[in-house]
């Protein structure tokens, strides 16, 4: 499932809280863009007819709940970026960052404790 830019800043919303109808989602974004209320019921819409979303209608009003869940999501972008630019594979994509200073030391140590409990593993 492909969820655009936009889409995706809608889905962080509903993935942190649901189920929530249009207005509070609204709300939601509104301290985070300058988007409309129509643009944010079209996104909406987007992820409804996507299969992203579902709605349930709660009186007057429809509640949004994910569907694609935000871990499955998150694989889905990691692994398409890491084919995309990287051949599919994790440590250019660390040489990358590491070239450009992007690392802090607590990456560093962050990495090295990783691949350590990696190393025990096997």
């Given amino acids: 499932m492909t969820i655009s830019e936009a889409e995706a800043v809608v889905m962080e919303v509903l993935w942190q809280r649901h189920p929530l109808g249009a207005d ?4 939601a974004l509104s301290s985070r863009s300058d988007w409309a209320e129509p643009t944010i ?3 909406l819409n987007r992820l ?3 299969g992203a ?3 349930e209608r709660d009186g007057r009003r429809y509640l949004y709940a994910p ?3 935000r871990d499955a999501w998150v694989a889905q972008q990691s ?3 890491l084919a995309r630019l990287f051949g599919g ?5 660390v ?6 200073g992007k690392l802090s030391e607590a990456d560093i140590a962050e990495l090295k404790k990783l691949i350590a409990e990696i190393d025990d593993e096997r």
Wanted: aromatic fraction near 4%; avoid cysteine; charge should be positive.
């Fill in 24 to 27: 509070e989602v609204v709300e």
């Fill in 41 to 43: 019921k079209t996104l």
């Fill in 48 to 50: 409804l007819n996507k």
């Fill in 53 to 55: 979303i579902r709605a």
């Fill in 67 to 69: 569907v694609l869940r």
């Fill in 79 to 81: 692994e398409g970026l």
């Fill in 89 to 93: 594979r994790v440590a250019p994509l």
């Fill in 95 to 100: 040489a990358h960052f590491s070239e450009r």
